[in-house]
Antibody, heavy 117, light 110 residues
Framework: VQLVQSGAEVKTPGDSMKVSCRASGYTFTDNYIHWVRQAPGQGLQWMGWINPNGGGTNCAQNFQGRVTMTRDTSITTAYMELRSLRSDDTAVYYC???????????WGQGTLLTVSS | QSALTQPASVSGSPGQSITISCTGTSSDVGGYNYVSWYQQHPGKVPKLMIYDVSTRPSGVSNRFSGSKSGNTASLSISGLQAEDEADYYCTSFTSANTYVFGTGTRVTVL
């Protein structure tokens, strides 16, 4: 089971960014995908989840209106788009699979987003 | 949703036992047996250590154990080893069908 994310990005405040997370080694539609971010030197912050089976989503209140999670089952890939970027969105963004119960496993390798003018 | 509260740091000598607490509310930790714990070494990806309060995934040392009482979950590490030095995060399912992470705890092996 493996999750492989897209590469690092540099954006300007106000831009949007879209991270991809390609899943392999299991049936993509059997498990939710969650998105988590970690600002430099800070803790983990849960952002939201998508159910690849049907596309239903839910996200943390902090991100409502600014984040969109989608998936393409034909290529077993989940996406997370964050809009109206600010400097404090600079972070490593992770995707992770809900593996049963409360477990998140495995995790993608992380995608570094830098927002700077 | 506020982050779950963890101590900023916990330390112990090799061979000792330590416990990390994770305090939430009845809408998250106290309301569900959906608490998990992650270990993160510097610059590395988080690793699942415990899920569903006390279940240890295959491959994780039995020196790690989890429990919960009321609104507080705990991760215990026995026989502390140098390799256990890392950051540890709890997370819980919430009544809003979301998840929330703890503030994180730095474990130092003296």
């Amino acid at each position: 089971v493996q999750l492989v994310q897209s590469g690092a990005e540099v954006k300007t405040p106000g831009d949007s960014m879209k991270v991809s997370c390609r899943a392999s080694g299991y049936t993509f539609t059997d498990n939710y995908i969650h998105w988590v971010r970690q600002a430099p030197g800070q803790g983990l912050q849960w952002m939201g989840w998508i159910n690849p089976n049907g596309g239903g989503t839910n996200c943390a209140q902090n991100f409502q209106g600014r984040v969109t999670m989608t998936r393409d089952t034909s290529i077993t890939t989940a996406y997370m788009e964050l809009r109206s970027l600010r400097s404090d969105d600079t972070a490593v963004y992770y995707c992770t699979r809900a593996a049963g119960g409360s477990s998140f496993d495995p995790w993608g390798q992380g995608t570094l987003l830098t927002v700077s003018s | 949703q506020s982050a779950l509260t963890q101590p900023a740091s916990v330390s112990g000598s090799p061979g000792q036992s330590i416990t990390i607490s994770c305090t939430g509310t009845s809408s998250d930790v106290g309301g569900y047996n959906y608490v998990s714990w992650y270990q993160q070494h510097p610059g590395k990806v988080p690793k699942l250590m415990i899920y569903d309060v006390s279940t240890r995934p295959s491959g994780v040392s039995n020196r790690f154990s989890g429990s919960k009482s009321g609104n507080t979950a705990s991760l215990s590490i026995s026989g502390l080893q140098a390799e256990d030095e890392a950051d540890y995060y709890c997370t819980s399912f919430t009544s809003a069908n979301t998840y929330v992470f703890g503030t994180g705890t730095r474990v130092t092996v003296l």
